[in-house]
């Protein structure tokens, strides 16, 4: 239907009328558009509505769809292929119906000739090895999911499409709202070896002893998630966004060789099947030790199966609730300790796996780690609700699952190692068991927004670490550490609001901008006490949901009452940088007389100034006398009693108290805003007998003057030195234009490192064994 509007015998269509608005403005001058980094993010950010509310919070409407999984595996050691089939409960809460599923095979990505494998890039090497070669141009790793059987429940053939990372399953009618639909999926894949190919997951081949260590996940073909803010998110999976996943619950069999150990998400629910009655009672006592880790499983067990070797086979069967993914390890290396946990009312098994090349290390700090993260992350987020949360050691990987990650960081072989392979191990651990809360918990689309997970991990990371040792090295999180990389050139920067899989400078732009600008936020913007609240808050309302990035935002501000807007716009959609510079300086003595006397002085001045205006108007009129000279009845209180340059009681009871002091000062600096990054201002003014004097100013201190600003206050001593950002908290990328006064070499002081692998790369404990 077209809808006319008559004017002056003119007709115009409603979308001529629109095309008409949108030409008009796109002739408006951009000097007539706003610009102002203080503007609010109605424009960038979704409106609101029943599924996700203006307060960040799940709206009345607000769902998510459900899968639940059946999955029985088979790990053949001997061909490194797993097998399995599975069956998927899928019910849709959503309120459309569905006429396909996507089930997401983020195996393929590994298959030869995937859209990842056609999109590497790259130059000959400078130099290369035939092995090399040999393994990257002609022996290529065959991996990528191997689909035997899509079936209904009656038994029917399902039809599917594989779209290189992703597969639709179509249904034979739509799935209506409010119901569920059961199929089945055989598979198998040859699982890759890492430390030849890469991957987030695979095996470590252990070639002396020829054993081999599985940390196994994204193994199974799962369910895509179909949500309110994105329909179906099938992006497909290139290797750098991670993933998607709805909730659910598992119950999963593993078939493995005999001698084989076991962690993986969920309970262990036929322990008596698969545990011998030693390692039962050892697990027993773990779970009721809070004070050190116990050895369930020993190094010399460890070593004793890894020369014998069975041939037989144990299934391990583990069940768990309400969680998005699931993953294991198994190995006949495995050493196993434990300890427990406890966090308001729920008690956690925090649980180490590692082969003996990772004592002394592992024994020592892995289990303590765990618990460590737990205990941190429960107090500025949720408490941990899970019954267990494990570390499974192999070599070089950080990669994090519910209730389960596998973890580096591995000593010498002589059992020595640096501080470096020490804190980085930890680092890692907290890390990767700290991914428990983002996203498995609160449960952000990775594929899309990396920084939702790995962003807000690394923030509370650093907090862990400064509670295990406040001189922790840590890596991420403080302003100083990123500096480098916000003064590196724009062309080598994206913001922070950008897609996962076109994020330059991964770890930068992900993990270290938005853990320190969080940090910035606790430490220098809001205050601890209002961010933790509303982080708390955060977490609280989308823990077991999937929150988007406006919800975080609007959910941030809604619980401190603090408007961020000009922050995240800063912080998140642009690469701006912090560079304020201190401009004109100025100090200007303040008188020292008494009050009064001052207050007399100034009155006698006004005086006089009156008198030389009163004459002469007196004689531009040549004296002639006036109306109220003549007749007092043009004459009143003012006019005749009343002394103007008088004390009055008002000036009396002003005046009273003050007295005459010791002179003071005034200083007035100018500072700009030189990097464009709106921040809070941070002056330290020094005086000659060595104390000093902070003020702290508001971001809003830069609204309508956010080029430059020119601020005035008193102080009793004269500063012989002014210092922007003397603490180092907001990240200024040029301290060379932040001072006054001082000399040259006084504002660079030395500053931690920047990681705990370039500050101990030494290994002592070698030295000190030699």
Same mark, same amino acid.
């Given at each position: 239907?077209?809808?006319?509007?008559?004017?002056?015998?003119?007709?115009?269509?409603?979308?001529?009328?629109?095309? *008409?608005?949108?030409?008009?403005?796109?002739?408006?001058?951009?000097?007539?558009?706003?610009?102002?980094?203080?503007?609010?993010?109605?424009?960038?950010?979704?409106?609101?509505?029943?599924?996700?509310?203006?307060?960040?919070?799940?709206?009345?409407?607000?769902?998510?769809?459900?899968?639940?999984?059946?999955?029985?595996?088979?790990?053949?050691?001997?061909?490194?292929?797993? +097998?399995?089939?599975? #069956?998927?409960?899928?019910?849709?809460?959503?309120?459309?119906?569905?006429?396909? =599923?996507?089930?997401?095979?983020?195996?393929?990505?590994?298959?030869?000739?995937?859209?990842?494998?056609?999109?590497?890039?790259?130059?000959?090497?400078?130099?290369?090895?035939?092995?090399?070669?040999?393994?990257?141009?002609?022996?290529?790793?065959?991996?990528?999911?191997?689909?035997?059987?899509?079936?209904?429940?009656?038994?029917?053939?399902?039809?599917?499409?594989?779209?290189?990372?992703?597969?639709?399953?179509?249904?034979p009618t739509a799935l209506a709202p409010g119901q569920s639909v059961r199929f089945y999926i055989a598979w198998n894949y040859l699982i890759n070896d890492r430390m030849k190919v890469g991957g987030r997951s695979g095996y470590e081949h252990f070639k002396d002893e020829d054993n081999t260590l599985y940390t196994i996940a994204q193994?199974?073909?799962?369910?895509?998630?179909?949500?309110?803010?994105?329909?179906?998110?099938?992006?497909?999976?290139?290797?750098?966004?991670?993933?998607?996943?709805?909730?659910?619950?598992?119950?999963?069999?593993?078939?493995?060789?005999?001698?084989? =150990?076991?962690?993986?998400?969920?309970?262990l629910i036929n322990e008596s099947s698969v545990l011998s009655a030693t390692h039962r009672q050892r697990l027993a006592e773990a779970r009721r030790n809070f004070s050190k880790p116990v050895i369930i499983a020993s190094e010399a067990e460890a070593r004793e199966r890894e020369k014998t070797k069975a041939s037989g086979t144990k299934? #391990?069967? $583990?069940?768990?609730?309400?969680?998005?993914?699931?993953?294991?390890?198994?190995?006949?290396? $495995?050493?196993?300790?434990?300890?427990?946990?406890?966090?308001?009312?729920?008690?956690?098994?925090?649980?180490?796996?590692?082969?003996?090349?990772?004592?002394?290390?592992?024994?020592?700090?892995?289990?303590r780690a765990v618990a460590q993260t737990i205990e941190t992350y429960s107090k500025f987020t949720i408490d941990y609700p899970y019954e267990r949360a494990i570390s499974v050691h192999t070599a070089d990987i950080g990669m994090e699952y519910p209730m389960i990650c596998f973890n580096g960081g591995r000593p010498d072989a002589d059992?020595?190692?640096?501080?470096? +392979?020490?804190?980085?191990?930890?680092?890692?651990?907290?890390?990767?068991?700290?991914?428990?809360?983002?996203?498995?918990?609160?449960?952000?689309?990775?594929?899309?927004?990396?920084?939702?997970?790995?962003? =807000?991990?690394?923030?509370?990371?650093?907090?862990?670490?400064?509670?295990?040792?406040?001189?922790?090295?840590?890596?991420?999180?403080?302003?100083?550490?990123?500096?480098?990389?916000?003064?590196?050139?724009?062309?080598?920067?994206?913001?922070?609001?950008?897609?996962?899989? *076109?994020?330059?400078? %991964?770890?930068?732009?992900?993990?270290?901008?938005?853990? +320190?600008?969080?940090?910035?936020?606790?430490?220098?913007?809001?205050?601890?006490?209002?961010?933790?609240?509303?982080?708390?808050?955060?977490?609280?309302?989308?823990?077991?949901?999937?929150?988007?990035?406006?919800?975080?935002?609007?959910?941030?501000?809604?619980?401190?009452?603090?408007?961020?807007? #000009?922050?995240?716009?800063? #912080? %998140?959609?642009?690469?701006?940088?912090?560079?304020?510079?201190?401009?004109?300086?100025?100090?200007?003595?303040?008188?020292?007389?008494?009050?009064?006397?001052?207050?007399?002085?100034?009155?006698?001045?006004?005086?006089?100034?009156?008198?030389?205006?009163?004459?002469?108007?007196?004689?531009?009129?040549?004296?002639?006398?006036?109306?109220?000279?003549?007749? *007092?009845?043009?004459?009143?209180?003012?006019?005749?009693?009343?002394?103007?340059?008088?004390?009055?009681?008002?000036?009396?009871?002003?005046?009273?108290?003050?007295?005459?002091?010791?002179?003071?000062?005034?200083?007035?600096?100018?500072?700009?805003?030189?990097?464009?990054?709106?921040?809070?201002?941070?002056?330290?003014?020094?005086?000659?007998?060595?104390?000093?004097?902070?003020?702290?100013?508001?971001?809003?201190?830069?609204?309508? *003057?956010?080029?430059? %600003?020119?601020?005035?206050?008193?102080?009793?001593?004269?500063?012989?030195?002014?210092?922007?950002?003397?603490?180092?908290?907001?990240?200024?990328?040029?301290? %060379?234009?932040?001072?006054?006064?001082?000399?040259?070499?006084?504002?660079?002081?030395?500053?931690?490192?920047?990681?705990?692998?370039?500050?101990?790369?030494?290994?002592?404990?070698?030295?000190?064994?030699?």
């Open positions: 239907m077209v809808f006319r509007i008559m004017k002056l015998n003119q007709t115009w269509t409603l979308a001529g009328l629109a095309f *008409s608005a949108a030409s008009f403005a796109q002739h408006v001058p951009a000097d007539r558009l706003s610009h102002s980094k203080f503007r609010q993010l109605e424009q960038e950010l979704p409106t609101p509505n029943s599924y996700r509310n203006a307060a960040g919070a799940p709206g009345h409407a607000y769902y998510q769809n459900r899968a639940d999984y059946d999955i029985k595996l088979n790990l053949n050691e001997k061909t490194h292929v797993l +097998t399995g089939t599975e #069956w998927i409960t899928y019910r849709n809460n959503s309120p459309d119906a569905l006429a396909y =599923l996507w089930v997401q095979l983020d195996q393929n990505m590994m298959k030869p000739g995937s859209m990842t494998d056609q999109s590497k890039k790259g130059s000959i090497p400078a130099s290369i090895t035939p092995e090399k070669i040999q393994d990257e141009y002609i022996d290529v790793y065959q991996g990528g999911f191997n689909i035997t059987e899509v079936k209904s429940a009656s038994n029917s053939n399902l039809p599917y499409v594989i779209n290189n990372t992703m597969m639709r399953v179509d249904l193994f199974f073909p799962r369910m895509a998630v179909y949500g309110d803010n994105v329909g179906w998110q099938h992006k497909q999976f290139l290797g750098q966004g991670e993933f998607t996943l709805p909730f659910g619950d598992y119950k999963v069999a593993i078939t493995v060789p005999s001698d084989h =150990l076991v962690a993986a998400t969920g309970t299934t #391990w069967e $583990f069940s768990a609730k309400n969680v998005r993914d699931f993953a294991f390890a198994n190995s006949r290396k $495995f050493i196993w300790d434990a300890m427990a946990v406890k966090v308001g009312n729920q008690i956690t098994l925090a649980e180490s796996f590692y082969p003996k090349e990772g004592n002394p290390l592992w024994e020592q700090f892995s289990t059992g020595t190692y640096s501080e470096g +392979t020490k804190h980085g191990m930890i680092s890692v651990i907290i890390h990767e068991v700290g991914h428990n809360y983002f996203p498995m918990i609160i449960n952000s689309d990775e594929r899309q927004w990396t920084w939702m997970d790995e962003g =807000l991990n690394s923030f509370v990371q650093q907090l862990a670490e400064q509670e295990w040792d406040v001189n922790y090295p840590s890596r991420r999180g403080p302003a100083y550490n990123i500096v480098d990389y916000m003064r590196s050139p724009a062309l080598n920067q994206v913001p922070i609001m950008t897609n996962s899989e *076109s994020i330059m400078q %991964f770890g930068n732009n992900a993990y270290g901008k938005p853990a +320190t600008a969080l940090n910035i936020l606790r430490e220098t913007v809001m205050g601890r006490e209002l961010f933790d609240h509303a982080f708390k808050s955060y977490c609280s309302r989308w823990a077991f949901k999937s929150p988007a990035p406006a919800d975080f935002f609007r959910s941030m501000e809604d619980a401190s009452g603090v408007d961020l807007d #000009w922050f995240w716009r800063g #912080w %998140f959609y642009t690469t701006e940088a912090v560079d304020q510079e201190l401009g004109k300086v100025r100090i200007a003595a303040t008188p020292t007389l008494d009050p009064e006397e001052l207050e007399s002085q100034r009155r006698a001045k006004k005086e006089a100034e009156y008198d030389g205006f009163i004459g002469n108007q007196r004689n531009a009129i040549s004296n002639r006398p006036t109306k109220v000279d003549k007749d *007092s009845a043009y004459r009143d209180f003012y006019t005749s009693e009343y002394n103007r340059y008088a004390v009055t009681k008002a000036d009396a009871k002003r005046l009273e108290g003050l007295k005459a002091g010791p002179q003071g000062f005034l200083h007035e600096i100018t500072i700009k805003n030189v990097g464009g990054l709106i921040m809070p201002v941070i002056v330290r003014y020094t005086f000659g007998d060595g104390t000093s004097h902070v003020e702290r100013w508001p971001a809003e201190v830069w609204i309508l *003057s956010e080029q430059e %600003f020119t601020k005035t206050i008193y102080l009793p001593k004269k500063a012989v030195s002014i210092e922007l950002d003397p603490f180092k908290e907001l990240a200024d990328i040029d301290l %060379f234009n932040n001072s006054w006064g001082l000399d040259a070499d006084l504002h660079l002081e030395a500053l931690p490192a920047t990681s705990g692998a370039d500050r101990w790369r030494s290994n002592p404990m070698r030295d000190a064994r030699k």
